[in-house]
């Protein structure tokens, strides 16, 4: 859903509006790249509670074991979340069927597991005494659901740290990426985070994943996931990560992604459209006004349209210009789009 001019606007005889992406931001939210830190100086580790089946816990090596692949995951994700992980309870988990599908185990975690305030659930699976050839290790966790299953080698904890902060990256943004030695390689997870889910992880390091839903929506985040195989010259994806930003109330990084999209095709409108609502934001009338115009020149979709010209009416109104903003307040109505009725009054006011 694109920002649309707020209902509800103060009475004083100027339009204050500096924020109109405030239906997509989902709240005040901690900038990116700035998580709540300590008395110390240091951000609190992200806690995790891990359940285990009988075959596991049956190992009195078992959590020493797990221990080290915890400590592994958090080493390999730190620099980008700005955080280390910790496990802060541990229990057995009562599965209901033996031979469980990973969506069921997934699903189980989520919805019958406890998560006693840990930020992670990780629940551990054993594999068959006797895995055959055609059996490997298997992990599932999903965006923002704070819950990762994990079938694995009872053998094989200590080893399952790239694994786990594979699967935790996607709980927090991570996209797959090709290329050797990168951890979100879906094939042969290795120890490098790429630049687009350094950026990810980043910009989703200070939420609550407990308590916050996910900023993105499904059909953004199919189209992330789209994006994400192709180069990080691909402008839209760039767009993709700037609507991101957007909507976790961080406009200078979103204002910074559509600029790293516009090096790469400078005639893409959908960024200077976005990069519009950034500066927008961040109250930059004439910055937001340019890219607004050039948007409209360079082609917009009708909607889109209609909300330049709409947002255009607004920076004309600020900037003293009434008769350039009705102009493009009847712009605006004429592509069908539902100006605030507020604003019509206001401008239309002598």
């Not at 916050?212 to 992330?224: K, V």
């Not at 947002?311 to 008769?323: H, Q, T, W």
């Amino acid at each position: 859903m694109r920002p649309r001019f707020p209902q509800r606007i103060s009475g004083s005889s100027r339009l204050l509006v500096l924020w109109l992406l405030s239906s997509i931001a989902g709240g005040a939210a901690t900038a990116a790249g700035s998580p709540r830190v300590g008395g110390d100086g240091v951000a609190p580790a992200r806690s995790m509670k891990v359940v285990y089946v009988p075959q596991i816990g049956a190992r009195s090596s078992w959590f020493a074991e797990i221990t080290c692949a915890v400590r592994g995951a958090s080493a390999l994700l730190e620099p980008a979340l700005g955080r280390g992980l910790r496990i802060e309870s541990t229990a057995r988990w009562p599965l209901r069927t033996s031979n469980p599908s990973m969506p069921e185990l997934r699903a189980d975690l989520a919805h019958n597991v406890d998560p006693a305030g840990a930020d992670i659930v990780v629940g551990l699976f054993a594999s068959p005494d006797d895995p055959g050839p055609s059996w490997e290790e298997e992990a599932l966790s999903g965006y923002g659901s704070g819950v990762v299953a994990m079938k694995v080698g009872v053998e094989q904890l200590c080893e399952i740290d790239r694994l786990l902060a594979h699967e935790i990256a996607h709980i927090f943004g991570g996209v797959h990426r090709q290329g050797e030695n990168l951890l979100m390689n879906h094939q042969a997870p290795g120890s490098e985070i790429d630049p687009l889910n350094a950026e990810l992880l980043a910009l989703h390091r200070d939420r609550d994943i407990r308590r916050q839903p996910p900023p993105l929506g499904a059909d953004d985040l199919r189209t992330l996931w789209g994006l994400s195989a192709a180069s990080l010259d691909e402008a839209r994806t760039w767009v993709v990560v700037g609507v991101l930003a957007a909507k976790l109330d961080n406009h200078e990084a979103a204002a910074r992604y559509y600029g790293l999209a516009l090096e790469r095709d400078p005639d893409l409108s959908v960024a200077h459209f976005d990069l519009g609502h950034a500066r927008l934001a961040l109250g930059d009338l004439e910055g937001a006004e340019a890219c607004y115009r050039r948007a409209l020149a360079l082609g917009l979709a009708r909607e889109e349209a209609g909300l330049a010209n709409n947002n255009l009416a607004v920076i004309r109104y600020e900037r003293g210009d009434s008769r350039g903003a009705s102009l493009h307040l009847e712009q605006a109505r004429a592509l069908d789009f539902a100006v605030a009725p507020q604003l019509i009054e206001l401008i239309r006011r002598p």
